[in-house]
């Protein structure tokens, strides 16, 4: 059975880091992008970052350019989100999903999606 499993999220005080995890099962993950997106209660899901199937193209929402990194392991089946100089409004469920979207950040166009990995942001 193909799916994601995210893992890495926690409780962290501003300012803070953490790193998120998206490990594929049943499929290998290098061969699609895959974004990260999070939702927050009583919001709309964001895209937050994606990465392209090749790694080669990334692209990140305004709100977490310069904080946030995605990278990829071919190796590991897992893409991450290394996630820095984190803010209250960071708090969120992150999921993982493949892109559909040629990493435009498009909820809609979007695969198989995890469970999802809750952050919270807070002193």
């Known amino acids: 059975q193909s799916q994601l499993v995210e893992s890495g999220g926690g409780l962290v005080e501003p300012g803070g880091s953490l790193r998120l995890s998206c490990v594929a099962s049943?499929?290998?993950?290098?061969?699609?992008?895959i974004g990260w997106f999070r939702q927050a209660p009583g919001k709309e899901r964001e895209g937050v970052s994606c990465i392209s199937s090749g790694g080669s193209t990334t692209n990140y929402a305004d709100s977490v350019k310069g904080r946030f990194t995605i990278s990829r392991d071919g190796a590991k089946n897992t893409v991450y989100l290394e996630m820095n100089s984190l803010k209250p409004e960071d708090s969120a469920a992150y999921f993982c999903?493949?892109?559909?979207?040629?990493?435009?950040?498009?909820?809609?166009?979007?695969?198989?999606w995890g469970q999802g990995t809750q952050v919270t942001v807070s002193s």
């Open positions: 999903a493949i892109d559909l979207s040629s990493c435009r950040l498009r909820v809609g166009d979007t695969g198989i």
């Open positions: 049943g499929f290998t993950l290098d061969y699609y992008g």
